[in-house]
């Protein structure tokens, strides 16, 4: 039974010839098995060695032998005096020195120091712009890396070129989280540029991943191609008011709007009497209700990134007075106005009417009175013509009679 077992031993110790290592400083992939030869040690029993450990899992030295029982599954002394760890792990980081007499009476002595690795996942880039505007600061993207150990950096590019942070235009906000129970970490890397403006049309941004080891190559992500717009210059700032003029009668409402033409919009803000206003960037300011409280000069003001706060002209907001001193001598306002208008409509109606009314009995009266005189200037008519023929008869007489 102990043959077949010491030959399993020596199996497995062949198939892992290739991990074993003999340098000072090693580094192993976590989940992997790590074989750490003793050297100067007998290649079989009987041997004089012993193995101290000194890692994440222990509070002090830890102390393995060929005689000594296997360490759980941490360890265990293989038939050859090597040390085998059959899946490293973060706590396996540490110190690991053997201590080994050859049958000569030679004391070789080895040291260990054990770092392993994670290799994370392949780094993307999330939340990608799709577009920049020169002058403005703007975010890139997000550049992701999980399940890394240890942790790691993140680099940026541009063009193929690494981005340095802190530097004209370069920002960058990072972030490193470790998973409570893996150890593995997460990395967050934020960039913001502004690109100057005369730049190139269409920079490629990516990034890259370092596990910060020998021999182990960076991971890159997928480029991105992003385009920058040239800001056009911005036109004026109009201010309109309405009603024009900015007059209006107490509790009436004013509208005021803001005209800013550029791309991207700017934010609009408002003041008062040379106060800034504070309200939430709105280009419409409404005044409904107004009092005593909202007269004044108003004006906007609209900020742009790319080309800072540019102001409007002012207008001015007032309430029209409407006579609180009352009615005046002879004058007559509101409903009154409207009653007496009423009245005097219906007397001048009924004073018409009446007026027809009396001419038309006044002709009447005129042609019965000339109907009454129409017999009597009849008589006198007859009269007249009567004593008109009286003295033609005795003229006619002696004439006949005065002939020859």
């Given amino acids: 039974m102990a043959a077949g077992a010491a030959a399993g031993a020596w199996v497995l110790v062949l198939s892992l010839w290739g991990a074993v290592v003999g340098d000072q400083n090693i580094t192993a992939r976590i989940g992997k098995p790590l074989v750490l030869n003793c050297k100067g040690a007998p290649k079989k029993p009987p041997q004089q060695l012993e193995w101290k450990l000194n890692t994440g899992r222990t509070e002090a030295w830890k102390v393995l032998s060929p005689q000594g029982g296997p360490w759980d599954s941490v360890a265990r002394v293989l038939p050859n005096g090597s040390l085998l760890l059959p899946a490293v792990g973060i706590q396996d980081e540490g110190t690991f020195r053997c201590r080994a007499m050859s049958r000569k009476g030679k004391e070789t002595k080895s040291n ?181 409280e909202d007269q004044g000069t108003y004006s906007c003001v609209a900020t742009h990134p790319s080309h800072g706060p540019q102001e409007s002209h002012a207008v001015s907001v007032s309430i029209i007075e409407t006579g609180e001193e009352g009615l005046t001598a002879g004058s007559v306002e509101g409903p009154e106005l409207g009653t007496l208008a009423l009245a005097l409509g219906i007397l001048g109606g009924l004073g018409t009417a009446a007026l027809l009314i009396g001419v038309i009995m006044w002709q009447r009266r005129q042609r019965r009175g000339e109907e009454r005189k129409d017999p009597e200037n009849q008589e006198e008519e007859e009269e007249e013509r009567t004593e008109l023929n009286q003295p033609e008869e005795p003229e006619a007489a002696e004439s006949s009679a005065g002939g020859p």
């Fill in 112 to 292: 260990y120091r054990v770092r392993v690795y994670q290799i994370p996942g392949k780094p993307e880039i999330v939340d990608p712009a799709s577009e920049l505007m020169a002058g403005v600061p703007d975010k890139v993207g997000i550049c992701v890396s999980k399940g890394g150990y240890p942790a790691g950096t993140l680099s940026w590019h541009l063009d193929g070129k690494t981005l340095i942070p802190d530097t004209k235009g370069v920002s960058v906000k990072e972030e490193t989280k470790r998973h409570p129970e893996t150890g593995l970490f997460t990395l967050r890397s934020e960039l913001m540029v502004t690109p100057a403006r005369g730049g190139a049309p269409h920079p490629t941004f990516s990034c890259s991943f370092s596990p910060g080891l020998p021999r182990r190559r960076a991971l890159h992500t997928a480029p991105i191609q992003l385009r920058v717009w040239e800001p056009a210059p911005l036109e004026e700032v109009l201010l309109m008011v309405e009603p024009e003029g900015g007059a209006v009668a107490p509790g009436g409402t004013v509208t005021l709007t803001c005209e800013a033409p550029a791309q991207p919009p700017p934010q609009i803000h408002w003041i008062k009497d040379g106060m800034p206003l504070p309200l939430p960037p709105s280009s419409v300011l409404l005044l409904p209700e107004v009092g005593p």
